[in-house]
């Protein structure tokens, strides 16, 4: 199978490409090429720029691709510019989208499925912030549903957690974790939080495509529900370190959810998905490759989390 990634070195992107070449698929690469550029040497590349709305590399003559999947769209410009550059010539587009395009105001308590509400369309803006995010999402989902119809596809992940993540938000908890001792825990240690493996994610991504498969399908982990207090307690684990976990006042904090009424959001069900191809790689594991990967690169400074000072301020 032909497979061009729109988008694909860098985090979900890299996790779909290996995932395919490992199962023998031909892919194509689309991206501005400047990042990751040492990655997949032996992988055809296009050069284009989607916030410009060059896609010339892809329009030559004979250029065909089995199936599109799309890691980088934000804006339902994208997805429509996409759909006009590539027109028939490809043949299932499968769209990366997000879970934030649910209503949680509208959600069953027990969890959400695939069908449950969504967000309203955001088409007013361009700009991606945490209240457009999710709306922006499902315009795009819209828009793949209208270009695509039953050639469409849609993947909703959670968070995603595994090696070369750059939002730093699992990462986080894994090397506080590894250091042990008394952890500031500034949330409810009850409260639910679902992150998927990279990996797992591909493997649905690439599954979905070989059985040219339609619909909308949550891509969630664990496999087992877990809570904030046992996901750190796991990452501690997985480190062979131990910690004392000191809840403490609210504070910002990687996958700290403080409303209550947020929870459902962490209760996606993933039956729909695990049917079709989602693995379900063990937390622990996830968290000693994250593990194992961050010491390897050097531990650099984090973008998200409490720091050091201020974590002894709370914890005082």
């Not at 720029?49 to 896609?55: E, K, Q």
């Not at 504070?251 to 079709?276: G, H, I, K, M, T």
Request: glycine share 10%; with cysteine.
């Amino acid at each position: 199978m032909r497979i061009l990634v729109l988008g694909g070195t860098s985090f979900v992107g890299r996790a779909v490409v290996e995932r395919a070449l490992a199962t023998g698929h031909d892919v194509t690469l689309f991206s501005r090429g400047r990042t990751g550029s040492e990655l997949f040497p032996d992988v055809e590349r296009r050069i284009g720029d989607r916030d410009t709305g060059d896609y010339a590399s892809l329009t030559g003559d004979g250029d065909s691709w089995d199936a599109v999947v799309d890691v980088s769209a934000y804006v339902p410009r994208h997805v429509g510019q996409a759909a006009d550059a590539l027109a028939d010539r490809a043949g299932r587009y499968l769209f990366i989208s997000t879970g934030s395009v649910y209503d949680r105001t509208q959600a069953p308590q027990e969890g959400l499925d695939e069908d449950c509400a969504r967000l309203a369309p955001e088409r007013g803006t361009e700009q991606v912030t945490g209240e457009t995010y999710g709306p922006l999402k499902v315009a795009c989902e819209d828009d793949v549903q209208a270009r695509w119809g039953t050639r469409g596809t849609i993947v909703r992940p959670g968070v995603v957690a595994g090696p070369y993540d750059p939002t730093d938000r699992f990462t986080w908890w894994v090397r506080r974790a590894a250091r042990g001792g008394r952890v500031a825990l500034p949330g409810r240690p009850e409260q639910p939080v679902q992150v998927v493996d990279s990996r797992d994610l591909a493997h649905l991504v690439v599954a979905l495509l070989a059985d040219d498969r339609p619909g909308t399908f949550n891509a969630v982990g664990p496999a087992e529900p877990t809570t904030l207090a046992a996901l750190v307690q796991t990452c501690a684990a997985a480190a062979g370190s131990t910690v004392e976990l000191v809840p403490v006042a609210p504070e910002p904090a990687p996958l700290v959810q403080p409303d209550p009424a947020a929870d459902v959001l962490n209760r996606r069900s993933a039956a729909r998905a695990r049917a079709v191809g989602l693995t379900a790689t063990p937390l622990a594991t996830t968290a000693a490759d994250v593990l194992a990967w961050d010491r390897e690169r050097g531990e650099p400074e984090l973008s998200v989390g409490i720091s050091p000072a201020r974590e002894a301020e709370l914890l005082g």
